[in-house]
């Protein structure tokens, strides 16, 4: 018999390829319950690439369930997906049928050399390796194209989010609240090929849903996933009782600062 999994036990160490992959048997939950992001977002995109989206050549990388893809679609932009794992792109492909969708990832693009407007990564430019991801970058893009980087990460200045991500330290242990709540320092972007001109900006937003819905979020990054389900049913089960002292009518305003680094090609 095997034993019942302990929620109190140390946390196994995991790689960040196993994280990458553990988002596939989750990909239905991430869609339903993950944040997109703001108009604002895109504006600001098209600001720093110095071009509009409708009519522009995109491939969004680590496309997963599409949540980006389908802004970019929306604003008009010829966006193709890549997407490495199957889970994932079995979602994408039931959310946005039409839009072309390859199998691959951003450390060997399959895309054609100077073939791109713009590359985007939602979300994803931390799964690949740099020193792989920005050759490849500057390889597919056109002259004056832009690979545009970015990351909803949870406003910490906000004290019921401070003290979620302290709860989250101590259950899960460091690295948790990265792994959720996100990072900024994330978007550091080093290309030694010196043909990336950089430009920041943060945009803040929030969304409001509810409880069940922010606990389904919490629970599809990859923390979560790996960590076993009973130490994730611990974690949530205790964090339902401290939210519902702080959101009393059981909907939660989500607030988010999304990190963009925009690096344009010269």
């Given at each position: 018999m095997t034993p019942p999994e302990d929620p109190t036990a140390p946390a196994p160490a995991v790689t960040p390829s196993a994280r990458a992959g553990s988002f596939n048997a989750a990909a239905a939950q991430y869609a339903a319950n993950r944040p997109s992001y703001p108009p604002a977002l895109l504006d600001a995109v098209e600001d720093l690439a110095g071009r509009p989206l409708e009519g522009a050549r995109v491939a969004d990388v680590g496309a997963g369930t599409g949540i980006a893809t389908a802004l970019l679609h929306a604003r008009g932009a010829d966006v193709v997906?890549?997407?490495?794992?199957?889970?994932?792109?079995?979602?994408?492909?039931?959310?946005?049928?039409?839009?072309?969708?390859?199998?691959?990832?951003?450390?060997?693009?399959?895309?054609a050399t100077a073939s791109l407007d713009l590359l985007t990564y939602a979300q994803s430019w931390h799964?690949?390796?740099?020193?792989?991801?920005?050759?490849?970058?500057?390889?597919?893009?056109?002259?004056?194209?832009?690979?545009?980087?970015?990351?909803?990460?949870?406003?910490l200045d906000l004290p019921w989010a401070a003290d979620q991500a302290r709860r989250l330290e101590r259950h899960f242990g460091p690295g948790s609240v990265v792994a959720t709540h996100g990072d900024g320092s994330r978007a550091a972007l080093a290309d030694a090929s010196g043909q990336l001109a950089l430009a920041r900006r943060s945009v803040r937003w929030s969304r409001r849903v509810p409880l069940d819905t922010h606990l389904a979020n919490l629970g599809s990054h990859s923390v979560f996933l790996v960590h076993g389900e009973a130490s994730a049913t611990a974690f949530l089960t205790e964090e339902r009782r401290h939210l519902r002292d702080v959101f009393p009518d059981g909907v939660v305003e989500e607030t988010y600062d999304v990190e963009l680094l925009v690096a344009t090609r010269s």
């Open positions: 997906a890549v997407e490495p794992g199957a889970g994932m792109a079995a979602e994408f492909r039931r959310a946005l049928p039409d839009v072309p969708l390859v199998r691959g990832d951003g450390d060997r693009l399959p895309l799964w690949t390796d740099p020193a792989r991801s920005v050759p490849e970058a500057v390889r597919v893009l056109r002259p004056g194209g832009a690979l545009a980087l970015w990351w909803n990460t949870s406003a």
